[in-house]
């Protein structure tokens, strides 16, 4: 009986446990999906390219996106890795500034 009482106890606390980190790594994610789409914005503000700028620029390199697909995207900040190459190397950047 003292053993199911431990057992439960130990569930109990790990599912604490459990929901404090993952509530954490919602709170983590989220910073760091901000840092993503603001660094993003930022290089095409930089160069002054609007989103349906970027749209042509990445067609010339064979990327089809629409304008509010990549709205959605950079306001979400939840793009892949592959799209935000495709768009530094769209509007030309050669390097990233991420500080």
Do not use: C
Request: net charge positive; no cysteine.
């Amino acid at each position: 009986m003292a053993n199911a009482l431990d057992m439960m106890a130990n569930i109990t606390v790990k599912g604490a446990w459990m929901a404090e980190t993952e509530a954490a790594a919602s709170t983590d994610t989220a910073e760091w999906q901000a840092r993503a789409k603001n660094l993003l914005k930022a290089e095409l503000k930089r160069r002054g390219v609007t989103y349906a700028q970027l749209v042509e620029k990445l067609a010339v390199i064979g990327v089809h996106e629409t304008e509010p697909n990549i709205r959605n995207k950079i306001a979400r900040g939840s793009f892949t890795a592959v799209f935000l190459l495709q768009v530094m190397a769209a509007i030309g950047a050669k390097e990233l500034r991420i500080d």
